[in-house]
């Protein structure tokens, strides 16, 4: 065992805690018309991770910290995406949040906040490390969703997010001291090695996963620990719901496959894990899909659809395997993608004083914007999962996975439940392109938020044309991180 | 004749003509956008000739063949390649896209650009669809023809478009994501390729077998549409723009028709076999009884929308009773078929724009103030019904013909078809056409102007030029039908389970 390890896997997280405490000083220190150097700096630090995470990146696990920290190629790869996700999610937030009084430096720390908690928990190889980005993660976020004090809906948003979430972190923390009291250690490798080489009997590890899975469960936000997302995502300010729906899956899917596979994943328990994540993705494909149907506010319905989708995630886990992984791997990148663009869009839709947030207010947008109409149906099409947009190959992928585990049921289910789906996708379509427009607004976004937006529209058809290079990426990815 | 690759831009220049018409952007540059839709169209016909040309007759196999590494992560290529079959069926989808640019001409009024973009894109991706020789790349084609005919129905179509195209859309979906965990499946039997080629050649047990064709059948059936799933078409029809409709029909339907041959019958013979009696006996009652319902209907469009289903019947019965007549029959029949239901639904599109009335109750005596129409439409009527000397009956004789060496009641019954068919055509032509003239709004009408006529002239010949002499038609399927059929005949059980 080396005691002094180099630090370098961890620079880009210490280069963001750093950034962010400076920025919270120079923050108090500004006027309000100058707030934008906050945005900038915020901007720059993220940048700057990506150069340091790109430039560290090896491509071998190194660990630090005495090995509760890892830096490996699916890190890097997640941590580059996520920060590409961060930034964007703050180019379209610009104009909505300075709208509404929320421009303030708040909002960026604890983006930066919540970033570095996203950082910690893709590469923690230790429960605690786990847990410790969870809650940097969770604590940023309440106080995020309750940025508008004066909004009643957001506070009880906030209120009933930190009640589950503490209750879900509470979970977690008890099957991880059970897990401890199994297997004697809390570091991901050690756990995995102490149980194959023991055998898997114990009943306190199993019932230790039991509590593990129910908070992963309510992490990712699949049923049946589903409550609080579409409440929380409704509550939220658009520019929070943004956020919390986007990069966070990220960290959710590294979470899983830090604890699940990498600890747990040892075949006895593995078989126990799978099962729960089967009922977990069945149940969450039914009351996702179906209950979006009635769903008349674009965010609740995105809510619901984004439960859906995490049913589709865990189906491409449980099928297990490089492929199964990988595939999961690739969904999760994909729906980040579509649902940045979704709630992108939705901001630029909303300005002062109007929040569209209606599926109405989508009518006739054919009419008002073209090419917002088409970027918008690009996107509601991947959600759907119709070719050539990269949402089909994301659950082909996943569909392949599964039938290669020999889970063909499983796959019979997700089809139907995804054509249910695209139900209520195609009904935006359908606001879009055959309805009038009662809204005749002008949508007058700033340059750069239009420019990001043409690009991740366009980016869903282009990896759907061409996905091999991000499905290979996420292949290696997995095959050099496990 | 192999230094270009003819395929690949008999697929793309439509579908990059219509981006450029999307670009042009709003109804100002209305006139552009057709012009340079026409140009895209007639581009597209044109690379098909040299394919037409350059086919050679004798050879078996694939030919014009393309391949390229697309997905390498799931062994995924992009592999292109044309038999008999689809060469006749990329040649009849070109030609009508030129025909529904024109109609669409002064028709369409609003959002033009979007309108004519879909068109083309549309007709890229069913040239896709029968070019196709990789299993994810057909099926890629096949589902993203959805989008566009979505919009297409939606936007310009009539009162009901957006239960008419909810309807189309989920309708179809639910048949292609079955069909796509059946291509998963194919994939892991096959040993990791997509290839329908090394599909073709791979073992099945007959269970499999019969799943699989299920699978295929959800997703070709709805799109046939067969009896019982064919309640889509009427309300897509009905609601559609004239163009839609000629599309839907021409194209559209063939799609089902042309995955039961190139993917159904040769990936899971014994269970085609297996499996015939029943896609026989729903062939039949589409024939027969929608050939009934047909009868009754008091809208032209959807007169016309249940014949399709019903003459759709005659390409499925055809394939099924595996011989060399009722196979040939059935392509011609598709070829047919998409020449006369396009002349239908364009006669009653003149119709329609004239007097915004689909109902064959506010006409009558149209030929008093439309005489040259008339007689257009009356040659279709009659090709429509099967008469000896045009396409409609080279179709239906061969398909009858080869019923007959099967079993003498499936002739019986699909002859049927030549009594009512005559008769929901013929009589739904007297009604509008003949007799006194029925109101003021008809006998203000004015006769078809020099673009309808080039229209129905063109069509007007190819229907007798088929029915004639089908000689170029049946000459350059002969290969492939034999081909599938010899697919057909081998049984693909694993010896150990015989």
Known sequence: MQYIQPLWPAYAELFLLGMACLILIVDLFLRDENRGVTYLLTQFTLAGCAVITWAYSSGEPDHTFSGM????????????????????????????????????????????FATLGLMVMISANHLLTLYL?????????????????????????????????ALASGMLLYGMSMIYGATGTLETTRIFSTISDDGARNVVLVFGLVFVVAGIGFKLGAAPFHMWLPDVYHGAPTAVTLFIGSVPKLAAFAFVIRILVQALGVDEIQGHWQQMLAVMAVLSLIVGNITAIAQTNIKRMLAYSTISHM??????????????????????????????????????????????????????????????????LLLMFSMAGVPPTVGFYAKFAVLQAVVEAGHVWLAVIAVIFSLVGAFYYLRVVKLMYFDDATDTALITPRGDAQVLLSVNGLAVLAFGIFPQPLMALCGSAILASL | ?????????????????????????????????????????????????????????????????????????????????????????????SFTTVLVVIAGWEVIQQRVAQYMASFLILSGLMNGVFCALDGLLFYVFFEATLIPMFIIIGVWGGPRRVYASLKFFLYTLLGSLL????????????????????????????????????????????????????????????????????????????????????????????????????????????????????????????????????????????????????????????????????????????????????????????????????????????????????????????????????????????????????????????????????????????????????????????????GVWPHPFTDVMHTAVNDILSHVMHSKIPVAQQ
């Open chain 1, 133 to 165: 980005g969870l809650e940097l993660l969770s604590l940023s976020l309440y106080a995020m969703v309750s940025l508008q004090r004066d909004s009643t809906r957001a506070t009880e948003a906030a209120m009933k997010y930190f009640v589950l979430g």
């Open chain 2, 179 to 466: 069909a796509l965990v059946a291509l998963i499946y194919l994939y892991f039997v096959s040993g990791g390729s997509f290839s329908l080629l090394d599909f073709y050649d791979t073992p099945l047990t007959l269970t499999a077998q019969i799943l699989i064709f299920l699978a295929f059948f959800m997703a070709f059936a709805v799109k046939v549409p067969m009896w019982p799933v064919h309640t889509w078409l009427p309300d897509a029809h009905v609601e559609a723009p004239t163009g839609g409709s000629v599309v839907l029909a021409a194209i559209m339907l063939k799609l089902g028709g042309y995955g039961f041959i190139r993917l159904s019958m040769p990936i899971v013979p014994d269970a085609s076999h297996a499996l015939a009696g029943f896609m026989i006996f729903l062939s039949l009652v589409a024939v027969v009884y929608i050939g009934l319902v047909a009868l009754v209907q008091t809208d032209m469009k959807k007169l016309i929308a249940y014949s399709s289903i019903s003459h759709m019947g005659f390409v499925t019965l055809g394939l099924f009773i595996f011989n060399p007549q009722g196979m040939q029959g059935a392509v011609i029949q598709m070829i047919s078929h998409g020449f006369i239901s396009g002349a239908l639904f364009l006669c009653v599109g003149v119709l329609y724009d004239r007097m915004h009335s689909r109902n064959i109750a506010d006409y009558g005596g149209v030929v008093n103030t439309m005489p040259v129409f008339a007689a257009f439409f009356m040659l279709f009527a009659m090709t429509n019904a099967g008469l000896p000397g045009t396409s409609g009956f080279v179709g239906e004789f061969l398909v009858i013909m080869g019923a007959m060496q099967a079993n003498f009641w499936y002739a019986f019954l699909a002859a049927t078809t030549l009594i009512f068919g005559a008769a929901y055509t013929l009589w739904m032509y007297k009604r509008v056409i003949f007799g006194a003239v029925a109101n003021s709004h008809v006998a203000q009408l004015k006769d078809i102007n020099l673009r309808e006529f080039a229209i129905l002239a063109i069509l007007a010949v190819a229907v007798l030029v088929m």
């Open chain 2, 1 to 93: 004749m192999y230094g270009l690759p003819l395929l690949s831009l008999a697929i793309w220049i439509p579908i990059a003509f219509g981006v450029l018409v999307l670009a042009t952007g709003s109804d100002r540059n209305a006139h552009a956008a057709r012009v340079l839709a026409l140009i895209g169209a007639f581009l597209g016909f044109l690379v098909t000739l040299p394919i037409y040309a350059g086919f050679s007759t004798e050879l078996g196999g694939f030919q014009y063949v393309q391949k390229l590494e697309w997905i390498g992560h799931f062994n995924v290529n992009y592999h292109l390649g044309i038999d008999g079959i689809s060469l006749l069926l990329l040649l009849l989808n």
């Open chain 1, 69 to 112: 920290f890892v830096g490996d190629l699916m890190a890097d790869v997640l941590k580059l995406i996520t920060y590409f996700g961060v930034m964007a999610t703050l180019v379209y937030a610009r104009d909505y949040i300075s709208l509404r009084g929320m421009f303030r430096g708040e909002f960026f720390t604890l983006t930066l």
């Open chain 1, 311 to 376: 049913g589709f995630l865990l189906i491409g886990i449980l099928a297990g395997g490089l492929n199964g992984y990988a595939s999961g791997m690739f969904y999760v990148v994909a729906y980040v993608l579509m649902s940045l663009g979704a709630f992108g869009m939705i901001m630029l839709l909303s300005r002062q004083g109007f929040e569209a947030e209606n599926l109405d207010d989508f009518k006739g947008l054919n009419q008002r914007s073209p090419w917002h109409a088409f970027l918008m």
